[in-house]
């Protein structure tokens, strides 16, 4: 079992910046790929990046957060990042955190066996 928790969500300007934590329980946490989704009102969940469980080797980001978010994963916090730059009014939504053990399709929110309860970023124009 892995429980995930995020924080770090709140309100911002577009232009400004956020950094998402999404802290892990359980002692296999290494061996888990870890994945950013978000979901606006109305619309479906969204994959926004992932980090492979090996750490910096292995990163994919969705096209709308390129060049902008950064993935990142601590093994010894038991935690993954997720720093959001140059915000738009259209990032806005629930972020949640994501873990998978196998090693299917990354951006499909069905290949990931636990998720965390969200946390809400709201991007000002």
């Known amino acids: 079992q892995v429980q995930l928790v995020e924080s770090g969500g709140g309100l911002v300007q577009a232009g400004g910046s956020l950094r998402l934590s999404c802290a892990a329980s359980?002692?296999?946490?290494?061996?888990?790929?870890m994945g950013w989704f978000r979901q606006a009102p109305g619309n479906e969940r969204e994959f926004v990046a992932r980090?492979?469980?090996?750490?910096?080797?292995?990163?994919l980001y969705a096209d709308s957060v390129k060049g902008r978010f950064t993935i990142s994963r601590d093994n010894a916090k038991n935690t993954v990042y997720l720093q959001m730059n140059s915000l738009k009014a259209e990032d806005t939504a629930v972020y949640y955190c994501?873990?998978?053990?196998?090693?299917?399709?990354?951006?499909?929110?069905?290949?990931?066996?636990?998720w965390g309860q969200g946390t809400q970023v709201t991007v000002s124009s």
């Open positions: 980090v492979s469980w090996t750490g910096g080797e292995y990163t």
């Open positions: 359980g002692r296999t946490f290494s061996l888990y790929s």
């Open positions: 994501a873990a998978a053990r196998g090693g299917g399709p990354p951006t499909n929110p069905y290949e990931y066996d636990y």
